[in-house]
C-alpha cells in the first residue's frame, strides 16, 4: 500500500485564488518533505525541501511566496499555490524519505491542478 | 549538460526483454534508483541499488551499476503490456534526487 499519500488528487481552481495540497506520511514519521513540479512529457523538477518545523529550502528559480510550504509536523507538508494563474497549472507530486539520508524515497500519487 | 540522462523512447514485443539505460555525472551519488509511472500518476518505486554494488535482482527486474561510466541500466525480463510507462531514473545525491527525463517504454501484443 501507499506510504505517502497527497490530497486532493485533481483540483480545479479559479484564478487568482489559492489552493492547498496535503502530503501525508502514513505510518511513518517524515522530518523532511519534498516538493516536485511536472510538466506534461518532462522530468520532474524539484521545487523545494520541506523540513518539519523550520522554513522550507526552495529551488532556485521558485517563488517562496507563491509556493508557501508549510511543514507542521512529522506527517503532514502543504504546498499552497497562492493566487494561482492558468501558468501554475501542472502535476505536483511530493515525496518522502523513510529515515536517514540514503534510505528509500517514496512518492506521492500526485495532484494535478487546473487553474481556469 | 543535463545531471541524469536517458533515452526517450524504447519499444519491444510482448516477452521479449527491455533494457532502459541511464547515465549520471556524480560519482558521490549513494544510491541509484528507479521509479515507472503510469499515466496521470504519481511514482513507483521499483527498485534501487546502492551504488558499492554491481548488480540487483529482484523478479524481473535486473540493476546494473557500472560506476566507472556513471551508467546504469534497468532490464525487464518478460515484458508484459502492462509494463508499458515511463520509466525514471534517479540519483540521490545532497539528500535529494534528481531525476532524468524519463524513458517511455511501450509494449506491443
Known amino acids: 500500500g501507499a506510504v505517502v499519500s497527497q490530497h486532493p488528487s485533481r483540483v480545479i481552481c479559479k484564478s487568482g485564488t489559492s489552493v492547498k495540497i496535503e502530503c501525508r506520511s502514513l505510518d511513518f514519521q517524515a522530518t523532511t518533505m519534498f516538493w516536485y513540479r511536472q510538466f506534461p512529457k518532462q522530468s520532474l523538477m524539484l521545487m523545494a525541501t520541506?523540513?518539519?518545523?523550520?522554513?522550507?529550502?526552495?529551488e532556485q528559480g521558485v517563488e517562496k511566496d507563491k509556493f508557501l510550504i508549510n511543514h507542521a509536523s512529522l506527517t503532514l507538508s502543504t504546498l499552497t499555490v497562492t493566487s494561482a494563474h492558468p501558468e501554475d497549472s501542472s502535476f505536483y507530486i511530493c515525496s518522502a524519505r523513510i529515515g536517514a539520508v540514503g534510505n528509500t524515497i517514496y512518492f506521492g500519487e500526485g495532484s494535478w491542478l487546473t487553474v481556469v | 549538460g543535463e545531471d541524469v540522462e536517458q533515452s526517450l523512447f524504447l519499444s519491444v514485443r510482448e516477452g521479449d526483454s527491455s533494457v532502459i539505460n541511464c547515465t549520471y555525472t556524480?560519482?558521490?551519488?549513494?544510491?541509484l534508483y528507479w521509479y515507472k509511472q503510469e499515466p496521470g500518476a504519481g511514482l513507483q518505486l521499483l527498485t534501487y541499488?546502492?551504488?558499492?554494488?554491481d548488480m540487483k535482482q529482484d523478479k524481473r527486474l535486473t540493476v546494473l551499476l557500472n560506476k566507472k561510466d556513471k551508467h546504469l541500466s534497468l532490464r525487464i525480463a518478460d515484458t508484459q503490456t502492462g509494463d508499458s510507462a515511463i520509466y525514471f531514473c534517479a540519483e540521490d545525491k545532497y539528500s535529494t534526487l534528481t531525476f532524468g527525463k524519463g524513458t517511455m517504454l511501450l509494449v506491443s501484443p
Open positions: 556524480d560519482s558521490s551519488s549513494t544510491y
Open positions: 520541506s523540513n518539519e518545523g523550520s522554513k522550507a529550502t526552495y
Open positions: 541499488i546502492f551504488s558499492n554494488m
